[in-house]
T-cell receptor, first 116, second 115 residues
Framework: EAGVAQSPRYKIIEKRQSVAFWCNPISGHATLYWYQQILGQGPKLLIQ????????DSQLPKDRFSAERLKGVDSTLKIQPAKLEDSAVYLC??????????????FGEGSRLTVL | AQSVTQLGSHVSVSEGALVLLRCNYS??????LFWYVQYPNQGLQLLLK??????LVKGINGFEAEFKKSETSFHLTKPSAHMSDAAEYFC????FGAGRRALTFGSGTRLQVQP
């Protein structure tokens, strides 16, 4: 079974530029998450989708961050304009949504963003 | 609301010694508890999880954890550390019936294993 795919793995940009990250979840996983992991900290949820609907985006800085999951499969997270404090690893995860739900998330390898 | 506190951002042990990583949680509903491991430049990998049933759960690579409701704890242990255990470990919580809310993670504990 293929895992969660993310790209790009690494990205370096200047502040005020824009960047986009892509995620393809495990086949059949209806729920998709974007987490931000700043160096030395635990992952923090940015947004949670179920199919193509947003379940929770309460911690997403909506003035600069946006995310979509138009067809209920892959997803894109965009930052525009980027700030220095956005330097982090952006982790995508997916999970089952069924009667067998246990809360377990399956993570991709992450996209490391450096803002100069 | 849910939260996780991991005591000790860095833990150092000798190879062959006991590993103990501490995690305390707060949850307004019966918790589901998880330990994930993260190796450098990689995503998070599930070590073990507690949902319901037996409070002592065993995971991969010889790790285990015990859910203690009275202490709101879910500490991770391994009897004998191996060099390959050096990594960052994260405790996480979600709640049964909590609208299938996403996991809330602790700040992590970096485990260093000395030869």
């Amino acid at each position: 079974e293929a895992g969660v795919a993310q790209s790009p793995r690494y990205k370096i940009i200047e502040k005020r530029q824009s960047v986009a990250f892509w995620c393809n979840p495990i086949s059949g996983h209806a729920t998709l998450y974007w987490y931000q992991q700043i160096l030395g900290q635990g992952p923090k949820l940015l947004i949670q989708f179920q199919n193509n609907g947003v379940v929770d985006d309460s911690q997403l800085p909506k003035d600069r961050f946006s995310a979509e999951r138009l067809k209920g499969v892959d997803s894109t997270l965009k930052i525009q304009p980027a700030k220095l404090e956005d330097s982090a690893v952006y982790l995508c995860a997916s999970s089952l949504t069924s009667d067998r739900y246990t809360g377990e998330l399956f993570f991709g390898e992450g996209s490391r963003l450096t803002v100069l | 609301a849910q939260s996780v506190t991991q005591l000790g951002s860095h833990v150092s042990v000798s190879e062959g010694a006991l590993v103990l990583l501490r995690c305390n949680y707060s949850s307004s509903v019966p918790p589901y508890l998880f330990w994930y491991v993260q190796y450098p430049n990689q995503g998070l990998q599930l070590l073990l999880k507690y949902t319901t049933g037996a409070t002592l759960v065993k995971g991969i690579n010889g790790f285990e954890a015990e859910f203690k409701k009275s202490e709101t704890s879910f500490h991770l242990t391994k009897p004998s550390a191996h060099m390959s255990d050096a990594a960052e470990y994260f405790c996480a919580v979600t709640g049964f019936g909590a609208g299938r809310r996403a996991l809330t993670f602790g700040s992590g504990t970096r485990l260093q294993v000395q030869p």
